[in-house]
């Protein structure tokens, strides 16, 4: 689908993107750099940078592939410190990079939920925290009185509960309350907005293949509220809606893309009966307890 937004929108921005390289962030790395951007890549696989870099670069985006992890402090500060020497500044960092795996607690061991935080939670902090140098108001190549974007990729999960990921929901709400706080803190000293992304099913990525397996997929159409998976594009669309001057005002919020799922409920009653119901309800109530209708006492 044609992207909404003019294409200069992030012309001239430098974008860093952990877990850019495949999935949700590939697809936000490509509309960012297809809207101006230059764009860098961190992850922990060579061949897939590699690949996704080739991938932008044929499409005529400036793109670089650092490896990295960003559980490794000294990683974090090697690839923010890579971007900057490359294209001479830092705009955007989308913290995309994430753990999943469907497990019950039981089966859960302390460190398999440790490792799911030190990735989402911890490796957020860490990465924002590197990146605040070139980030705020006045840093080396960006403008006095103007700060950058921290995008951070979120879940509903924690919103309610979800069975099978007490580690990712509890590592979510982290990186959301991650959020508001940078944003409080970082809006107010440094001009960066921080803000996130909160994701639904999306079709076609690493995590709905994992999560959701084939035959759940048609099941999960039927309960969905749009009757639909989402597209990787709709999550990069409203990444291109928070990192351009149309989100401008936006700061310390998590926008949900997720077609209303996480407020739906199953329907337990037809819509019809409902209908049926309440119509005699009605009638019921314009009658009096002696049957003759209130109207004509
Ligand atoms: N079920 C239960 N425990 C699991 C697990 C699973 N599927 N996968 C990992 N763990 C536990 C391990 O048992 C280990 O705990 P232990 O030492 O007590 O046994 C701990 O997690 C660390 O595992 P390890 O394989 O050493 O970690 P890793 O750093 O190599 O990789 C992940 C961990 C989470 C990154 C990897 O399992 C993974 O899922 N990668 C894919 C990322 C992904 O799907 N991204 C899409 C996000 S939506």
């Known amino acids: 689908?044609?992207?909404?937004?003019?294409?200069?929108?992030?012309?001239?921005?430098?974008?860093?993107?952990?877990?850019?390289?495949?999935?949700?962030?590939?697809?936000?790395?490509?509309?960012?750099?297809?809207?101006?951007?230059?764009?860098?890549?961190?992850?922990?696989?060579?061949?897939?940078?590699?690949?996704?870099?080739?991938?932008?670069?044929?499409?005529?985006?400036?793109?670089?592939g650092i490896e990295g992890d960003v559980r490794k402090q000294e990683d974090a500060a090697r690839v923010v410190a890579t971007v900057f020497k490359h294209f001479g500044r830092l705009d955007i960092l989308v913290n995309g990079a994430a753990g999943n795996f469907l497990v019950s607690p039981e089966d859960l061991s302390p460190n398999g939920f440790r490792t799911v935080l030190d990735i989402d939670s911890v490796g957020t902090y860490t990465m924002c925290h590197e990146a605040l140098k070139y980030l705020k108001k006045g840093a080396p190549g960006k403008e006095e009185s103007t700060g950058g974007?921290?995008?951070?990729?979120?879940?509903?999960?924690?919103?309610?509960?979800?069975?099978?990921?007490?580690?990712?929901?509890?590592?979510?709400?982290?990186?959301?309350?991650?959020?508001?706080?940078?944003?409080?803190?970082?809006?107010?000293?440094?001009?960066?907005?921080?803000?996130?992304?909160?994701?639904?099913?999306?079709?076609?990525?690493?995590?709905?293949?994992?999560?959701?397996?084939?035959?759940?997929?048609?099941?999960?159409?039927?309960?969905?509220?749009?009757?639909k998976l989402g597209d990787k594009w709709d999550i990069a669309m409203a990444a291109l809606y928070l990192a351009s001057d149309a989100g401008k005002y936006v700061n310390g919020t998590t926008v949900i893309v997720d077609g209303g799922l996480w407020l739906s409920r199953p329907r337990h009653i037809p819509k019809e009966e409902v209908k049926q119901l309440s119509r005699l309800v009605e009638k019921k109530s314009r009658t009096s307890p002696t049957g003759i209708p209130s109207s004509k006492l």
């Open 1 to 64: 689908m044609e992207s909404p937004f003019k294409a200069d929108v992030l012309k001239g921005k430098v974008a860093l993107l952990t877990g850019g390289g495949s999935g949700i962030g590939f697809e936000i790395s490509t509309q960012f750099g297809r809207h101006g951007a230059a764009v860098a890549i961190m992850g922990r696989r060579r061949q897939v940078l590699d690949d996704a870099v080739a991938a932008l670069r044929s499409q005529g985006i400036q793109a670089i």
């Open 149 to 227: 974007l921290i995008l951070n990729i979120s879940a509903t999960l924690h919103y309610t509960a979800a069975w099978y990921q007490i580690h990712v929901s509890a590592a979510k709400a982290a990186v959301d309350s991650l959020t508001r706080s940078l944003a409080l803190e970082w809006g107010t000293d440094y001009d960066i907005r921080v803000n996130g992304i909160a994701p639904g099913p999306i079709e076609g990525t690493p995590g709905t293949r994992k999560l959701v397996p084939e035959e759940m997929k048609s099941k999960t159409r039927e309960f969905m509220p749009l009757f």
